[in-house]
């Protein structure tokens, strides 16, 4: 089945970081993968949608010079969190939907990266 | 916009009872979706309903999706300690796919 893979699954920095998290969807192409961000006890918030080869559409309130996304390729999306604070402390998470499976199927989860900003 | 509420909030049952969660809106949606989300983990698709009045199961979980396309529930008959996670009901927005979540029903289980 579909597979989409998070890269790092844990991240602690310091504050003023930036730190980049990988998306990658494994055995299909995604054109749009999805950033979510989950603070801890609460659901899952749409961030951005990643279109490859193209700018990300932002969620009203989220800054795109803050959360900087790139989709250089069908199976790759990036976020990078750019001069992290405490703040930015979240669970981040990506989804994508395979195209084989109909316009109608369901998005597909990476496992998530726990972002800790100290 | 397109909010889905879902209750209860939390549940903490024994081992062997049946759950029961459900989830509404205000909005009509043409698809219904529930994901279960261990501790540290990304969301796993559990059920997909997409057309009115469905019921459809995936072993011990049943989910129906309602008539009038505003609400669904997810059932678990026979609850056991891998139940234990947190539930949540999801949406496609009307345009786009991007999908909205409801606020999830955290299932606890005792042995």
């Known amino acids: 089945g579909a597979v989409v893979s998070q890269h790092p699954s844990w991240v602690i920095c310091k504050s003023g970081t930036s730190v980049k998290i990988e998306c990658r969807s494994l055995?299909?192409?995604?054109?749009?993968m999805f950033w979510y961000r989950q603070f801890p006890k609460q659901s899952l918030m749409l961030m951005a949608t990643?279109?490859?080869?193209?700018?990300?559409?932002?969620e009203q309130g989220v800054e795109k010079d803050k959360f900087l996304i790139n989709h250089a390729s069908l199976t790759l999306s990036t976020l990078t969190v750019t001069s992290a604070h405490p703040e930015d402390s979240s669970f981040y998470i990506c989804?994508?939907?395979?195209?084989?499976?109909?316009?109608?199927?369901?998005?597909?989860f990476g496992d998530g990266t726990r972002l800790s900003i100290l | 916009g397109q909010q889905l509420n879902q209750s209860p909030q939390s549940m903490f049952i024994q081992e062997g009872e049946d759950v029961s969660m459900n989830c509404t809106s205000s909005?009509?949606?043409?698809?219904w979706l529930w994901y279960k989300q261990d501790p540290g983990e990304g969301p796993v698709l559990l059920i997909a309903?997409?057309?009115?009045?469905e019921l459809t199961s995936n072993g011990r979980l049943t989910a129906q999706f309602g008539i009038t396309r505003k609400d669904s529930f997810l059932n678990i008959s026979a609850s056991i300690p891998s139940d234990v996670g947190i539930y949540f009901c999801?949406?496609?927005?009307?345009?786009?796919?991007?999908?909205?979540f409801g606020g999830g029903t955290r299932l606890m289980v005792k042995p």
């Open positions: 990643s279109n490859e080869g193209s700018k990300a559409t932002y």
């Open positions: 309903l997409y057309k009115a009045g």
């Open positions: 055995d299909f192409q995604a054109t749009t």
């Open positions: 999801a949406g496609p927005r009307l345009a786009g796919n991007m999908l909205t």
């Open positions: 909005s009509i949606f043409n698809t």
């Open positions: 989804s994508a939907r395979d195209p084989r499976q109909g316009s109608n199927q369901p998005q597909h």
